[in-house]
């Protein structure tokens, strides 16, 4: 059966730490795709990164990297200098397969809170 | 501006009653979605259509139903068979790949629905 866990329910810091947000997920899947998305207090969910299981590559935006390890079946993101704008929920999700199929349906996680303060 | 809209953003239930959450989009995907989020949880799917007048069950299913008429359009009834409706409703669409990749879905604001 495919998963997401993010076992950081809730996460508090100050601003301007480094904070890791982590993913771990379970598929037998050779060919997923993984996501992270941000749901601030207004409740829409926005989207944040898609990555391919064959680009392990981490990836960097702005404040924001991902490292994507296959090893550990990871995908952490963490948000650099964070700031109160970030404070949010954060979901990770995973592509639903059958065989070599996608389903079009997403797996999500818990999602982790993150709490960003002055 | 293309994106994807939800209304209303609050909805008042009483018991008994039939309601409808209407989701629009004009990105012109062809896959729409239904989640349903309870507070402290993650997103469980409802409902989804890859292509107009076809749809297929999610996760928690009973007590809904939807129709897809239009390609822009994807409203959910809650019926009185729900018996906890009480949740933040999500809509999503995506294009659907050719090649079977899984694409990005991206969302509309939410509604949120209170039984009286």
């Known amino acids: 059966a495919q998963k997401v866990t993010q076992a950081q329910t809730e996460i508090s810091v100050v601003e301007k730490e480094d904070v890791t947000l982590d993913c771990v997920y379970e598929t037998r899947d050779t060919t997923y795709y993984l996501f992270w998305y941000k749901q601030p207090p207004s409740g829409e969910l926005v989207f944040l990164i898609r990555r391919n299981s064959f680009d392990e590559q981490n990836e960097i935006s702005g404040r924001y990297s991902w490292n994507f390890q296959k090893s550990t079946s990871s995908f952490n993101f963490t948000i650099t200098a964070s700031q109160v704008v970030d404070s949010a929920v954060y979901f990770c999700?995973?592509?639903?397969?059958?065989?070599?199929?996608?389903?079009?349906?997403?797996?999500f996680g818990q999602g982790t809170t993150l709490q960003v303060k002055p | 501006d293309g994106g994807i809209t939800q209304s209303p953003k609050y909805l008042f239930r009483k018991e008994g009653q039939n309601v409808t959450l209407s989701c629009e989009q004009n990105l012109n995907h062809d896959a729409m979605y239904w989640y349903r989020q309870d507070p402290g949880q993650g997103l469980r799917l409802i409902y989804y259509?890859?292509?107009?007048?076809?749809?297929q069950k999610g996760d928690i299913a009973e007590g809904y139903s939807v129709s897809r008429e239009k390609k822009e359009s994807f409203p959910l009834t809650v019926t009185s068979a729900q018996k906890n409706p009480t949740a933040f409703y999500l809509c999503?669409?995506?294009?659907?790949?050719?090649?079977?990749?899984?694409?990005?879905?991206?969302f509309g604001p939410g509604t949120r629905l209170l039984v009286l």
């Open positions: 999503a669409s995506s294009i659907v790949s050719l090649d079977r990749d899984q694409e990005t879905q991206y």
């Open positions: 999700a995973l592509s639903e397969s059958i065989g070599s199929s996608n389903t079009g349906k997403l797996i």
């Open positions: 259509s890859q292509i107009v007048n076809d749809f």
